[in-house]
């Protein structure tokens, strides 16, 4: 079956530690998102990429990094900067070319701190 | 912020009643989506509507568009407790890279 898989479902992190979330595709879609989820708000988004080796940063970029080298992958690092980093991560991903299309998601990586 | 707004934040019905949510953005737009999110879960696509369109249907959902008020409605026909979840709006701002997703309604159908 086609579609997104993040891991882990679950993730702490220590004061000063980098974590990085997994998001991997086989829908063979070009873009890929991430959002962050806060209780009871919509989606921020983080970062997104339209192609390998290209991405851009959302509205909420900052204490985080992202790598886009293969069009299957997207992982998201939190960094220590990242000062609130509890929060519900979702990644999608969506075909390009035409407008319209739907985005698809993962089910999510809930992280929290210790 | 591009982010709309849903309202109400939370609605409760019997089931086989219908629910009705709405969603207000901020800009122009090509087409407006909408997509249901079970608790803990990722969110599912449930129907797109374009800028050109004003009403659309799929099975008990219907979905209507009003791009001179920056408004869209959600209407869940005969609802069950399947439905419970969070709705959410998402436009995709005029640019087609990024989507601006609302705050959510979440939906209770109590059985």
């Known amino acids: 079956d086609g579609g997104i898989t993040q891991s882990p479902k679950y993730l702490f992190r220590k004061e000063g530690q980098n974590v990085t979330l997994s998001c991997e595709q086989n829908l063979n879609h070009d873009a890929m998102y991430w959002y962050r989820q806060d209780p009871g708000q919509g989606l921020r988004l983080i970062y997104y990429?339209?192609?390998?080796?290209?991405?851009q940063k959302g509205d909420i970029a900052e204490g985080y990094s992202v790598s886009r080298e293969k069009k299957e992958s997207f992982p998201l690092t939190v960094t220590s900067a990242q000062k609130n980093p509890t929060a519900f991560y979702l990644c999608a991903s969506t075909q390009t070319g035409r407008q319209g299309q739907p985005q698809h998601f993962g089910d999510g990586t809930r992280l929290s701190i210790l | 912020s591009q982010q709309g707004e849903e309202d109400p934040q939370a609605l409760s019905i019997q089931e086989g009643e219908n629910a009705t949510m709405n969603c207000s953005y901020k800009t122009s737009i090509n087409n407006l989506q909408w997509y249901r999110q079970n608790s803990g879960r990722g969110l599912v696509h449930l129907i797109l509507?374009?800028?050109?369109?004003r009403e659309k249907h799929s099975g008990r959902l219907r979905v209507t568009l009003d791009t001179s008020k920056k408004s869209s409605s959600l209407l869940i026909t005969a609802s069950r407790a399947a439905d419970t979840a969070s709705y959410f709006c998402a436009t995709d701002g005029n640019t087609g890279n990024q989507f601006y997703f609302g705050t959510g309604t979440s939906l209770t159908v109590i059985p």
């Open positions: 509507i374009r800028s050109n369109e």
């Open positions: 990429s339209q192609i390998v080796n290209d991405f």
